[in-house]
């Protein structure tokens, strides 16, 4: 799919939007569904709190942003910009919809019927599996390495086909790694978060990497953009060095709020178990000290013989 449009800039960032009627249709069924079921679930024992349901208006706002504003129609000439557009859908948007806790939100608008099924699904073998952190994290560091280094990426451009599905695949794939690491939401099995952690030195290794092969390597879609004929802006190799620090450096700067909400969450959680812990101990204190015998002398717990041996 190639676009002509002309050199970026302020205005054309304003002026320049982009038609993509299959996310603008998958964005409406989730902000409806999403506005349909906090509403029913509004009067229930622990409903979503207005904060935690703006996370999906604003998740809700930079999808559209990502997709048929300015940065949809200049993904198609200008690598950094797909880059820009990948991190967003990967990344920025799916974390927004994970704090927006929308498993909650249907969960509970299903009402007690639907709340049987959905606790029935997320104790099969095959829900804890999908939603583990390892299975979740593979795919985040997956489908980066082939979107950019298989075919995938040009065929996303040339074909509305597979770029459609593509921009909808990142965001889902997105979803599900912050729903398994983030566990706000009710999950198969839920992990310390200091797992969370140590996926995430992980991760940032392995988006480096990723970056550095952009930066280094062989032009990503040459053909493509040569295709364009584009006159204005950076060449093809400047273009993706701008790409690879997009994907790299942006991408660990945007990384730092979930890494800031993981960090609060394992320290809510450590106190949690601390105050359990201590609830623990003082009952088992409170126990002994109920069935502790007035004198320290082994026998006198021994009904028989305190009375055999009673002191006088």
């Given amino acids: 799919m190639c676009v002509e449009i002309g050199p970026l800039s302020g205005v054309a960032m304003v002026q320049t939007w982009h038609l993509d009627l299959a996310a603008m249709t998958v964005i409406a069924l989730v902000a409806g569904g999403y506005v349909w079921c906090y509403r029913r679930s509004r009067g229930c024992e622990r409903p979503v709190s207005p904060a935690q349901a703006a996370c999906i208006g604003v998740g809700i706002m930079l999808w559209l942003l990502a997709t048929v504003s300015a940065l949809g129609a200049y993904a198609y000439v200008l690598f950094w910009v797909r880059a820009l557009q990948v991190l967003l859908l990967l990344y920025v948007v799916p974390f927004f919809l994970a704090l927006g806790k929308p498993v909650t939100v249907v969960r509970l608008a ?21 939603a583990h952190p390892l299975t979740t994290s593979l795919a985040m560091l997956g489908v980066p390495w082939l979107l950019y280094l298989t075919p995938w990426y040009t065929a996303a451009l040339r074909d509305g086909w597979v770029g459609a599905p593509t921009r909808i695949l990142l965001v889902v794939v997105g979803f599900g790694y912050f729903y398994a690491r983030l566990q706000t939401d009710p999950v198969p099995r839920r992990f310390s978060q200091l797992l969370s952690l140590l996926i995430t030195v992980a991760e940032a290794l ?32 400047l273009d993706q060095t701008i790409g690879a620090g997009v994907l790299w450096i942006l991408g660990d700067l945007v990384g730092w709020p979930f890494v800031l909400v993981l960090m609060r969450t394992l320290s809510r959680d450590e106190k949690a178990h601390a105050v359990e812990v201590d609830a ?33």
């Fill in 206 to 237: 392995g988006d480096g990497v990723l970056g550095l092969v952009l930066w280094q390597g062989s032009l990503v879609g040459a053909e493509y953009y040569a295709d364009l004929h584009r006159s204005w802006g950076p060449d093809q190799r």
């Fill in 110 to 130: 299903l009402g007690p019927a639907g709340r049987d099924r959905v606790d029935r699904f997320l104790a099969t073998r095959f829900a804890r599996v999908l």
């Fill in 280 to 312: 623990q101990l003082d009952a088992v204190r409170a126990a002994g000290s109920d069935s502790a015998a007035p004198s320290g002398l082994w026998w006198e717990n021994d009904p028989e013989l305190r009375d055999r041996f009673r002191r006088r």
